[in-house]
């Protein structure tokens, strides 16, 4: 009879040892798909940022190359809140817009990018860029005395 019983126990401990590698596989998966779609969003946002970067350092050569648009005789940029720009760049090229990912937004109503001849910003240095799903913002910075350009990654959005 003792022999039955050892049988059994042991039969259990090892049900219950793969029920709990069960559950710890199953939670382990979950969370590996969570981080790696969180870096997944996290890079679009940095990929989104980074080209918005170079667009405005484009209109910020233009501006110091002399080029000249139809409405504000120089170059310029739109930042949309609605997921969107508008590039003007000068009166021989047709203005164009450029649509972010539905899910990146400016935190912005609407962010006017220009530049003097010098290179200098002329209206607002601080633009952030919100992604809804993950709710991260990046900041952009134009500075007012030396013209760089530059970004980082944020925190958490605002609310």
Sequence with gaps: MNKFHSTWISGF?????MMALAIISILCT???TGVAESSQNRKELDT?????VAEIKQVQ???MLGYRSEGLNRPFMMIHKDHSFWLERASTVPGSEYIFP???ENSDLATEVTFHSSGLPASESHIKL???????????????????????HGTDAEH
């Design 102 to 104: 539905p899910y990146i």
């Design 30 to 32: 979950i969370v590996i």
């Design 130 to 152: 919100r992604d809804t799903r993950i709710k991260k913002v990046n900041h952009i910075w134009i500075s007012k005395t030396t013209g760089r350009i530059r970004w980082e």
């Design 48 to 52: 989104t940022t980074e080209q918005l």
């Design 61 to 63: 050569m233009m501006n």
């Design 13 to 17: 401990v090892l049900v219950e040892w």
